[in-house]
C-alpha cells in the first residue's frame, strides 16, 4: 500500500465549496489510478470521481457531475477533490484511494483500488 493521508473535510453551509487534498507523502512512483469514494451512514461506499494519471481520463458519478473536479500534482503526488455548489447529500466520509502496485485502465469501482486514506469527514449543513 502506498500512505495517504487526506485533508481539507469540515462544515461548509449548503452551495458552499471545499477542496480535498490527499497526500502520498514520501512516494515517488507513479500511482496509476486515483480516485475519490464516499461513505454516509446507512449507505454504501459511492465511486465519486476516478482519474487515470497516464492519460488524466476521469469519471464522475451522475450525482456530482458539473460540481466537483478531480485533479492531481504530479510532481507532489497529491490529489485533489475540489466540491463546488454543496448541497446536504453531500455529507459523507470522503476516502482517497490509489491503484498502485495495480495498473489501471478505467472505471471508478472500489476494488480497482488497493491502498487508501483514513477519510475525511465533510458535512453540509445550514
Known amino acids: 500500500q502506498v500512505p495517504l493521508v487526506e485533508s481539507g473535510g469540515g462544515l461548509v453551509h449548503p452551495g458552499g465549496s471545499l477542496r480535498l487534498s490527499c497526500a502520498a507523502s514520501g512516494f515517488t512512483g507513479d500511482l496509476y489510478g486515483i480516485g475519490w469514494f464516499r461513505r454516509a451512514p446507512g449507505k454504501g461506499r459511492e465511486g465519486v470521481s476516478c482519474m487515470s494519471t497516464s492519460d488524466g481520463s476521469t469519471v464522475y458519478a451522475d450525482s456530482v457531475k458539473g460540481r466537483f473536479t478531480i485533479s492531481r500534482d504530479n510532481a507532489k503526488n497529491t490529489v485533489y477533490l475540489q466540491m463546488n455548489s454543496l448541497k446536504p447529500e453531500d455529507t459523507a466520509v470522503y476516502y482517497c484511494?490509489?491503484?498502485?502496485?495495480?495498473?489501471?485502465?478505467?472505471?471508478?469501482?472500489?476494488?480497482?483500488?488497493?491502498?487508501w486514506g483514513q477519510g475525511t469527514q465533510v458535512t453540509v449543513s445550514s
Open positions: 484511494a490509489a491503484s498502485w502496485p495495480r495498473k489501471f485502465s478505467g472505471g471508478c469501482s472500489g476494488h480497482l483500488f488497493g491502498s
